[in-house]
């Protein structure tokens, strides 16, 4: 990622060699110049605020509804799933937040 960050645009999309073969570190320059940095650290940060709320208050909406109206035999089975489901790594929704938002 940072080898290619150093390379032309052509050069970055030909994958023909690992290493650049001219090293622009003035597309770091050109990139923080074209973009407002705060903006986006500040959509991020709360892009990720309100998804870690949407995702605590339905699991734990869930929870509690597992645990005080679910009085059957498969009910602890039943709340270790839903739980486990909480911890899904981070890179497999990572990809697809990243290929939504670079399509608009």
């Known amino acids: 990622m940072v080898f290619s960050s150093l390379k032309g645009y052509t050069e970055a999309y030909a994958a023909e060699a690992f290493l650049p073969t001219r090293w622009l570190f003035s597309n770091y320059i050109d990139a923080w110049n074209k973009v407002d940095f705060f903006r986006v650290f500040c959509q991020h940060d709360l892009h990720r605020a309100l998804t870690v709320a949407g ?5 734990n909406a869930g929870g509690v509804r597992v645990c005080r109206a679910w009085n059957f035999q498969a009910a602890d089975t039943l709340f ?3 739980l486990a489901t909480m911890m899904i790594p981070v890179r497999s929704h ?6 939504s938002r670079s399509a608009i």
Do not use: G, Q, S, W
Request: glycine fraction near 0%.
């Open 80 to 82: 270790i799933i839903l």
């Open 55 to 59: 995702v605590l208050n339905h699991f």
């Open 94 to 99: 990572a990809d697809p937040e990243f290929y």
